[in-house]
């Protein structure tokens, strides 16, 4: 769909009779289907990403059982962690040095 925009507008800019009017609203109508592909997409995406836990019995062991790299997913489909400034020195974790905020849609 992207490349069909791209062949859309060197089409329109090669064509010195093209109507302008006509030229928008196919834009909008691609552009309109590649944010709906894109949202099926990301979906499709997220479901994998959580499938482990979401079917699992017991989620939070399943959590446990999850390598690194799939937590980190999980954590970043479902929200922004945004660490904040700490205190100086060699200071014990102090967890209101982290922000935890759920994504659009996900709480």
């Known amino acids: 769909m992207r490349s069909r925009i791209r062949s859309l507008t060197d089409e329109f800019a090669d064509d010195d009779d093209a109507d302008a009017a006509l030229f928008s609203i196919a834009c909008r109508r691609i552009t309109a289907r590649l944010a709906d ?17 979401v079917t699992a ?22 929200a922004t962690v945004t660490l904040l400034r700490g205190r100086p020195g060699r200071a014990p974790f102090d967890p209101r040095s982290l922000r935890i905020e759920p994504l659009q849609g996900m709480g």
Request: proline content about 3%.
């Open 57 to 78: 019995e017991d989620p939070a062991e399943a959590w446990k059982d999850l390598a690194l790299d799939r937590q980190r997913a999980v954590v970043e489909t479902l």
């Open 37 to 53: 592909v894109e949202a099926e997409m990301a979906c499709l995406q997220r479901s994998r990403i959580l499938v482990d836990i």
